[in-house]
C-alpha cells in the first residue's frame, strides 16, 4: 500500500519520499485533501508504461497465439474473379 503524504510534508521530507519510492514503496501525495500525484521508482514506472520496450516488443502479444489464431490473422479470402465491361 502507498505511503501517503500531504504536499507540504512532500516538500518539506522529499529526500525522504524518494528514498521510499526508490525501495519500491509507491508514495501517494495529497492537494488539499484529494490525491494528486504518485511517485515511483523509475523500474517500476517504465515497466508499466513500456518506457524501456522497442515497437516490436510493445506490439508483440505477451505469449505466442495458437496455431489457429495466428493462421487466421493472416489467412486470405478466396473470392471468385469478377467481371469486368470494358465499354
Do not use: I
Not at 500500500?1 to 508514495?27: I, N, Y
Not at 520496450?53 to 473470392?79: D, G, M
Amino acid at each position: 500500500m502507498a505511503k501517503t503524504w500531504q504536499l507540504q510534508e512532500a516538500k518539506a521530507r522529499f529526500s525522504q519520499l524518494v528514498e521510499e519510492a526508490m525501495r519500491g514503496q509507491p508514495q501517494l501525495v495529497t492537494r488539499r485533501g484529494r490525491k494528486a500525484v504518485v511517485v515511483l521508482d523509475w523500474e517500476t514506472y517504465a515497466r508499466l508504461t513500456g518506457a524501456d520496450l522497442s515497437l516490436w516488443q510493445a506490439l508483440r502479444p505477451p505469449k505466442p497465439l495458437p496455431n489457429e489464431e495466428a493462421e487466421a490473422l493472416f489467412a486470405r479470402v478466396e473470392a471468385e474473379p469478377r467481371e469486368v465491361s470494358l465499354l
